[in-house]
């Protein structure tokens, strides 16, 4: 006779809860595993469910211990990609007498950056020894998670990894700063870098317990002054939301007599419209397509806008169905302690810059 013929109420003991796990794993119904307890399908099904799975302390113990030491090894690798690849001791002391050369670096992207056009550009840089380098925004793409409005169509794009952006990055302020030692870098923030300060912005507000201190915090701890250590670089930072320089503009500084600003302005007429913007020499990236302008002003004469193009992947995989108009190419400028300054705008053209041939055939 079954159990419950026999009227005798089921004492779940955990052998119990073991034989009813082994025969439902055996593909018994829960039905059968009631009439072998002499209960209803219900009642087992109950019984099994709301037991706790034996748990095996020490293998739990072990885990732990080895996610302590992958974590260890994790941070220690996250403060290496942080950190300059190059000494920066040693570095020639900044030119300060007589003309000069300042040189214009376009948005570069991280690890979407065009390799063998970046070669180009430093060839050049290292040969024109500048005393100041403008980069104009978006060194770090700052993509996947931070760029939340964008709407990912392929699994490669996926695997973009923030870490891996920033070493990328890294290594290109590492390489900039070996081939012009001399030089005095300026970085203003792009549209791309303020996406971090936009999603600590966002994370925080999500939560009914957020506040402003934690946004503050946790931009500090992802902004691009801490993860590129700028200030360990002695490179000055500037971000898109303030004023620098006494101007009435944010995210703009000058230099001599030029303006440098990422810029916001897009489309074919870009040059045109940041130029009746400031109403002065301005020289802006952001759209990745080299563009010069010119207007004649009443009181200075004539003024011109340049963008100077970029130095990333020229066909990124977000943009697959058209091609795009993007060009690589850098700024050059030829300056006068007065302020007065000559632009060139360098083309690279399949990985090929004719600036230092040019000026090599010329002297």
Sequence with gaps: PSRLQEGRPVKWTSDKIQEARSLKRGNVTWDEVGKHFGVSANSARNAVFKAKEPTNESALHDRIRDLERLADTLSSKLAAARKPRKPLSGRKPAKTEGSFIRVIVPDLHGCFHDPVAFAAFLHDLKALD??????????????????????????????????????????????????????????????HERRVETWCLTAVLRSKKGNP?????????????????????????FRQGEFHHDLRIRATIKL???????????????????????SAPVVFGHTHQIAETSLNNVKSGAIAAWNVGCLCNLQPLWNHDRKTAWNHGYGVQFCLPSGLFQHVTAHIIDGRSMLIPLTQKVS
């Excluded at 934690?214 to 992802?222: F, N, S, V």
């Excluded at 810029?263 to 009746?276: E, H, K, M, W, Y």
């Design 130 to 191: 500048p005393r100041e380098v403008v980069i104009i925004g978006d060194l770090i793409d700052c993509g996947g998670f931070l760029a939340e409005h964008h709407t990912w169509g392929y699994v490669a794009e996926a695997e973009y990894c923030y870490e891996d952006d920033i070493a990328a990055a890294n290594s290109l302020l590492d390489a900039m700063q070996e081939a012009a030692p001399s030089a005095k870098f300026y970085f203003l923030e792009g549209n």
């Design 213 to 237: 201190r934690d946004i503050e915090r946790l931009r500090d701890a992802m902004s691009p002054e801490r993860v590129l250590s700028l200030r360990d670089r002695e490179i000055e930072f």
């Design 256 to 278: 001599g007599d030029c303006f440098f600003t990422h810029g916001s302005r897009t489309g074919p007429g870009a040059a045109l419209s940041t130029l009746r913007d400031f």
